[in-house]
């Protein structure tokens, strides 16, 4: 775990950051979170993501496409169309700016350039600080490639005429990735870990208004469906449990890194947390300016 080695990397992040202890970060903090699908963003930064806009900060969630695939009762428009409304609903949900759909298609995404300005213009519109991000090893060639597009655009985002049409970014954002279980070529290092009970709830009611995912596709596919409640209370029961288990394995796993973050009775008392890990293609940000970033430990 790399957890708190990025000290040594302090001075780097602060010629990112202009020389000063908290540069050009501006405030409100805005942060954009870019996912595959309808439902990726939501799922690892669901938590983050309502503190952050309980506090008065910006947050914008983005699915590269529009996950009209992702069932095995319907698809196309039809499908594309439930998907955006229900991360539409998640938004609401969480209080966040907004929810952006991109219209390409589910399991068509590719790493091209036309793809690559339209992710480095969304930063750069929202002059983000800082920016969420899949890892690049993943099963899901969506999920690759939407963080294939996020590193590509991370250099170009910061340079005057590429996609001129839009304010460059002056200072490069913080971008971190979220955690994932996948090992190889390298697994998950986090740097960063919150604990956030105190939204889990509405975290988890999100995960059920994702119905078509969580409820419907998910289920399907994984051979679980019989086991999906009927009535609405029950069924929201079981998603909000299943979430519950995950962000809690998450929490229980890297105990040590909330303990470090939190101090000991704070660290120890956490049942549920979301992790991120620093990409080396942002800023470079010390154990200070991530505490500006995730301003929650105090």
């Known amino acids: ?7 040594a990397t302090a001075l780097l992040g602060l010629l990112f950051f202009n020389g000063s202890a908290l540069g050009q970060v ?46 095995y009762e319907m698809a196309g428009g039809p499908l594309a169309l439930r998907r955006t409304a229900e991360v539409e609903d998640c938004g609401r949900i969480l ?6 759909v991109l219209d390409n298609h589910d399991g068509e995404l590719m790493p091209t350039l036309e793809n690559r300005k339209t992710i480095a213009r969304l930063i750069r519109n929202w002059q983000a600080d800082i920016v969420l991000s899949p890892r690049p090893n993943d099963y899901h060639p969506d999920h690759r490639y939407t963080a294939i597009l996020v590193q590509d655009a991370a250099f170009m985002v910061t340079v005057p005429f590429f996609t001129p049409d839009t304010p460059r970014v ?45 409820s419907d596709w998910n289920a399907w596919h994984g051979g679980y469906l019989e086991e999906v409640p009927k009535d609405e209370s029950g069924r929201k029961a079981y998603i909000a449990d299943r979430f519950a288990r995950r962000d809690a394995a998450v929490a229980d796993t890297w105990r040590d890194l909330l303990v470090t973050w939190y101090g000991p009775e704070r660290g120890q008392a956490f049942k549920y947390a979301e992790a991120f890990e620093v990409s080396e293609y942002g800023s470079q940000p010390s154990i200070e ?10």
């Open 95 to 100: 209080g966040i700016e907004s929810s952006v």
């Open 26 to 71: 501006s405030e409100p903090l805005r942060i954009i979170a870019f996912g595959g699908h309808p439902d990726d963003c939501e799922v690892r930064a669901s938590g983050v993501a309502a503190m952050w806009a309980a506090m008065g900060h910006k947050v914008k969630f983005v699915s590269v496409t529009n996950g009209d695939i992702g069932h």
């Open 1 to 7: 775990m790399r957890g708190f080695q990025l000290a």
């Open 289 to 298: 300016q991530l505490r500006v970033l995730f301003p929650f430990f105090d």
């Open 170 to 214: 002056v200072d490069n954002p913080v971008i971190l990735y979220y955690y994932d279980r996948f090992q190889k070529p390298n697994p998950f290092d986090p740097d960063i870990i919150v604990g956030i009970d105190d939204v889990s709830g509405k975290k988890y009611e999100c995960m059920a208004a994702l119905r078509s995912q969580f």
